[in-house]
């Protein structure tokens, strides 16, 4: 005669080799504390099939389940939270808004706040940015175009260790006329060392009193990085002569091609237009580097 589960002694510290009783297909067995742990995190809900949990791993949010591995680089954030059938803007994404559903936070300040590195997967292409502004509904990022009408297949927040910043100064007068589309002088390159990166902004000032001629940015000798590039604010003639303010670069003006940058390629500054003069030129760029 059996007894009745209620009617054991209570236990108050559970050992590896201590038994529990399961069944499988009718049939009656035993498994212990260590061998039913081991099973449920190789079950594929959890892991790879057949993979143990190793020292330092944690239990993860995938974007559609959880996984046992090693601290992910990026926060994959549920889709229920943002719009997933596409973008609202080439630079912008809808969230849902309001308190939490299901145990998941819909706004996107929950998840992003100005300078979070941002990574949205559309259509197998992934897209970097950086973000400038967030509301209970709407993450506003500058960095590659991103496509619209198409749906967003993942999204995801960086960290702060992520982001790289680059300054390139330009001594005396820096633009030349020599033609469209051509190197600035005195110091126009950059050298860029270490793990691939994204350009997602660049901003530009300078002491000159015009502010007509357009400093764009070439990775690598590619194609212009941005549509449009960006105009430095007047400067103030003085004396003492002052640097104009900052200009940044547009939102959702960054081309998807050619903004990668990766070791020992160099960044080129350069005057997309014929003409103009900058003194003492300053470009401030950020990478996500992923």
Not at 39 to 54: G, I, N
Not at 116 to 126: A, D, K, M, Q
Request: charged share 10%; glycine share 10%.
């Amino acid at each position: 005669m059996g007894v009745a589960i209620s009617g054991l002694v209570a236990g108050s510290v559970l050992n590896e080799t201590d038994v529990f009783e399961i069944e499988q297909a009718g049939v009656s067995k035993q498994i212990t504390k260590a061998q039913l742990r081991k099973l449920m995190f190789s079950d594929p809900a959890f892991a790879v099939p057949a993979a143990l949990p190793q020292d330092g791993d944690v239990v993860s949010y995938s974007g559609t389940d959880f996984v046992t591995g090693a601290v992910p680089r990026w926060r994959i954030i549920h889709q229920q939270a943002y719009t997933e059938a596409a973008v609202a803007t080439s630079s912008t994404i809808t969230f849902a808004g309001g308190g939490p559903s299901g145990g998941i936070n819909l706004n996107a300040t929950d998840y992003f706040s100005v300078g979070s590195p941002v990574r949205v997967v559309i259509s197998g292409t992934t897209y970097y940015g950086i973000c400038t502004a967030s509301t209970t509904t709407l993450l506003t990022i500058s960095g590659a175009i991103l496509p619209l009408s198409t749906a967003i297949t993942s999204l995801s927040v960086g960290t702060p260790e992520m982001v790289k910043h680059v300054d390139m100064l330009f001594p005396a007068v820096t633009y030349n006329t020599l033609g469209a589309a051509v190197a600035l002088n005195n110091g126009c390159t950059h050298r860029w060392r270490g793990a691939t990166g994204y350009l997602v902004a660049f901003s530009c000032s300078h002491m000159n009193t015009s502010s007509t001629t357009v400093v764009n940015l070439k990775m690598n000798a590619g194609t212009n990085v941005s549509t449009a590039g960006v105009i430095p604010a007047a400067g103030t003639a003085g004396p003492p002569a002052t640097h104009g303010a900052f200009v940044d670069s547009a939102l959702g003006d960054l081309i998807a091609a050619n903004l990668a940058i990766a070791d020992a390629q160099t960044i080129t500054a350069v005057v997309p237009t014929e003409g103009g003069t900058a003194d003492f030129l300053i470009v401030c760029m950020t990478f996500v580097v992923p």
